[in-house]
């Protein structure tokens, strides 16, 4: 974002702008997001569209819970072995 902001240039987030919105409502030269209804599944929220314009979520964090269905597919540990 700095050095787009040093060349006047303006950004243009897409894919999973569940967790790239915040990084661009942060750039006052973002010039638009794209959003993918196809992640939903993955958020027990949804990002709200008003008057074609993404809003920040004013929940903690990113604003968003990974869904029942996307933490059946997280772990909370690992094992790794040396050699």
Do not use: N
């Not at 968003?64 to 790794?80: I, P, Y």
């Amino acid at each position: 974002m700095a050095l787009a902001d040093h060349k006047g240039l303006s950004l243009a987030p897409h894919f999973a702008m569940e967790i790239h919105l915040h990084l661009a409502a942060a750039y006052p030269g973002t010039a638009w997001g794209e959003h993918f209804d196809w992640l939903e599944p993955l958020f027990q929220e949804r990002l709200e569209l008003r008057d074609g314009r993404m809003c920040v979520p004013d929940r903690p964090g990113l604003g968003l819970s990974l869904s029942d269905r996307a933490m059946a597919w997280t772990v909370d540990r690992c094992e790794a072995s040396a050699g």
